[in-house]
């Protein structure tokens, strides 16, 4: 089989596939570094979250560049640089285009940090999670294997944990009642 003409197309795939579980397992590590548990070790996983960020952006970069030269696709630079310009799927093909800006922008706040204020970096790196999400939609509704079963179970595998460690992340921040406050019977 001739895989030449199908070259870039199948780079942008394999980028795209890997750039998904990569955000996947980034986010499950940052949000496990940033939990309230109290161990000595858990700055240890910086590196670790550091080199996943980083590693998904590339992916997200050769992701978009591969398709530069599809001949199928053909989206031209305007196609994988402005959202909902490309005429596939420009809905979800946006939606990515998005979602890989904002993880850029925010995972490159990191070496910014000092200059933003600790505090406020943290309040903006915390939007991560939405352009995960987000990249998660554009996997599934832009790719090409999305209604392949060994994609979804794949895909599943790092993206449940790292979801479920948002939500409890956000159950965490819930308000609850003031103390003395009556509770609602239902």
């Not at 199928?72 to 490309?86: E, H, K, M």
């Amino acid at each position: 089989m001739n895989v030449a003409p199908h070259l870039f197309w199948i780079t942008s795939r394999a980028a795209g596939g890997a750039a998904m579980l990569l955000a996947s397992a980034s986010v499950a590590v940052g949000l496990m570094m940033s939990s309230k548990r109290r161990s000595a070790n858990k700055r240890d996983f910086r590196a670790v979250h550091e080199a996943l960020s980083l590693t998904t952006l590339a992916m997200v970069a050769l992701h978009g560049l591969a398709l530069l030269g599809d001949a199928w696709l053909n989206p031209g630079p305007i196609g994988i640089a402005v959202p909902f310009a490309s005429a596939y799927r420009p809905l979800w093909t946006g939606a990515g285009i998005i979602a890989g800006y904002g993880l850029a922008a925010l995972g490159l706040t990191y070496y910014l940090r000092d200059r933003i204020g600790a505090a406020r970096w943290r309040r903006l790196h915390r939007l991560t999670a939405l352009f995960w999400l987000l990249a998660i939609g554009h996997s599934i509704g832009a790719g090409s294997d999305a209604n392949e079963i060994w994609f979804l179970v794949l895909g599943a595998t790092l993206a449940i944990p790292a979801a479920s460690l948002l939500v409890l992340r956000w159950l965490d921040r819930m308000p609850t009642a003031a103390p003395g406050a009556p509770e609602l019977e239902g």
